[in-house]
């Protein structure tokens, strides 16, 4: 999987967020990049949903190293809902796919109920990455010269 690799996810409320009603959808983005400088394992991924009108954007952030000494396919197990569930992921793009499924219906109302649901996530690398990836790993931008001249 060449990095960044970015896709599209739609949500659905099943809470109110905000001023927002039970049963809203809403559109956002997700990206996956290496980190440079960093060593080659190390990367992040992101999600970004804005939901109606509300100002508050949903985000989830994760630093991890998803993909050395991993073989495919590979058991995972993980939380999802205050308990374990267990799957097989057929790659990596499938395990990333999942990720952002399980940390987007993983938030919670304060009172501990599941704030969404996601309704559809795939891979769209042929739109260009939004706007919020950080310049230094675009492909399109050259990577700034360490040596600082």
Known sequence: MELPCH???????????GRVPVGTHATGE????GRPGEPPHHQEFQV?????????????????????????PMPVMR????????YVAADL?????RTVTD?????????????????EAEWRNELPLPAWVPKSVRRDTPAPDPSGT
């Open 93 to 97: 793009s499938a395990y990333l796919l």
């Open 79 to 86: 939380m999802y809902r205050k308990a374990y569930q267990t």
């Open 7 to 17: 896709g599209v996810v739609e949500i659905e409320t099943l809470r109110r967020y």
């Open 48 to 72: 970004r949903v804005r939901v109606g009108d509300d100002p508050r954007p949903v985000t989830v952030d994760c630093l991890a190293d998803f993909t050395s000494n991993r073989t495919w």
């Open 103 to 119: 940390a987007l219906e993983n938030l919670s109302t304060g009172t501990g109920a599941q704030r969404f649901r996601v309704v």
């Open 30 to 33: 997700f990206a996956f990049w």
